[in-house]
């Protein structure tokens, strides 16, 4: 019974190398714990966006609304989501939680995108250059939120690194597209909005391919 | 003889000790896990030996993540979550490696000869072959644990700075790695 030793001799050793461990707090507070980083750099954000053009726009146009509502809500939900999920004994199903959200957001982004397209002379230079600029804001905004919020998932040591990694991912792009409305420099905001959607993909794609890694490490 | 519910609250009350420092409730408790974790093992197609293999990734994992148990949720479901995701993980590995296995003969024929004695140069190419194929199917951390210590000849101080693990994760790694090596290169004169 050479085997049973084994795991015998390893409970010794774990036993020798225990340390006494802080609890993690429950997911639903650490989740809080981001966001309320996100709102800290919403209200920062405030101070150099022009708020009364985006209530204006806001009231203009459906496909903005739904959008924003939808991005804000998919990132509590991604986030509580993503918490959830680093813990061993959480279900998968956790993952589907921010899916409807995250359908609306994108689904009425793509909306605007078609509005935009529809306009009779719009000039493809202007998408483009929106486009780029729109891509590099949600990139430099994902990035310092997507690196706190890893640092914070891998506490956990997730046992599913490539799900948290996603869901922390997607809870980052849908932070940053929200955030992104109050800094929008483009007069037609809805030519943008598609670009997000790629943006998004890319983050979360990024998330996805080094969160795991760094979360699986 | 516990009912399932004292059982239970016992379990949760020894991981709560554990992780508040108490080694002869941690020692107690991993004991007392031992049968779930090789049932759920065996139940799930593993062979007594890898779900041996199994059994200790188990409780290496326990011992990682043990900050992440909530002693107002139930212990038996956080050790068949950690169970469950350990042994698929070595069923995946176990997948992995028959694939492998049966490339690796092609691989070593298509190894160039340069040698002027064919018979020997072939034998010798053949067992580097062996160990080269039997280095790369080993699972990447018990690999990092040879090479570590047993090719860059670091202490286990050393290895653990170097690869920001445990000395006794590398230690269970190294000797997981030298068994499973052994078996696979050297076993017919083991036997």
Avoid at chain 1, 109 to 131: E, N, R, V, Y
Avoid at chain 1, 193 to 206: D, E, M, R, S
Avoid at chain 2, 107 to 123: F, R
């Amino acid at each position: 019974m050479t085997s049973r030793s084994d795991a015998d001799g390893l409970i010794e050793d774990l036993v020798t190398d225990l340390r006494p461990v802080r609890r993690l707090a429950p997911p639903w507070l650490r989740a809080a714990g981001w966001l309320l980083v996100v709102l800290a750099a919403a209200a920062v954000l405030s101070r150099f966006g022009d708020l009364h053009a985006l209530v204006r726009r806001l009231a203009a146009e459906i496909d903005m609304q739904m959008a924003l509502a939808g991005s804000t809500v998919t990132a509590v939900l991604a986030t509580l989501a993503a918490f959830q999920l680093s813990l061993p004994d959480r279900s998968r199903a956790w993952a589907l939680l921010p899916l409807p959200t995250a359908a609306l957001w994108l689904g009425s982004s793509g909306m605007g995108c078609l509005d935009m397209w529809l306009q009779p002379g719009m000039a493809i230079g202007t998408i483009s250059g929106a486009a780029d600029d729109c891509m590099m804001l949600v990139v430099g905004i994902s990035l310092p939120l997507s690196i706190l919020l890893f640092l914070m998932l891998r506490r956990a040591r997730p046992l599913r690194p490539g799900l948290v990694a996603g869901m922390g991912g997607l809870a980052a792009a849908a932070a940053a597209a929200s955030l992104l409305w109050i800094v929008h420099p483009f007069e037609t905001a809805a030519s943008a909005v598609a670009v997000h959607v790629v943006a998004v993909l890319i983050v979360i794609g990024l998330a996805r391919v080094a969160g795991s890694r760094a979360l699986g490490g | 003889m516990d009912t399932p519910d004292a059982a239970e609250r016992r379990r949760g009350e020894l991981m709560a000790a554990a992780q508040a420092g108490d080694g002869a409730a941690y020692a107690a408790l991993l004991r007392d896990c031992l049968p779930t974790i090789r049932a759920i093992a065996r139940r799930r197609g593993l062979s007594p030996d890898r779900a041996e293999d199994a059994v200790q990734e188990v409780l290496l994992t326990i011992h990682r993540v043990r900050h992440t148990y909530d002693p107002s949720r139930p212990f038996s479901a956080w050790l068949r979550a950690i169970t469950e995701r350990r042994v698929i993980d070595a069923l995946r590995r176990d997948g992995r490696r028959q694939a492998r296995e049966v490339h690796d003969p092609i691989a070593m024929e298509a190894e160039p000869d340069g040698t002027p004695e064919p018979g020997d140069a072939i034998d010798a190419i053949r067992q580097m072959g062996q160990v080269r194929a039997a280095l790369a199917s080993l699972p990447p951390r018990q690999r990092e644990a040879v090479e570590q210590i047993g090719l860059r000849g670091r202490s286990l101080a050393e290895a653990a700075e170097a690869t920001g693990r445990t000395k006794v994760t590398l230690k269970v790694n190294l000797h997981r790695a030298l068994k499973t090596l052994r078996t696979r290169i050297g076993g017919d004169a083991d036997a």
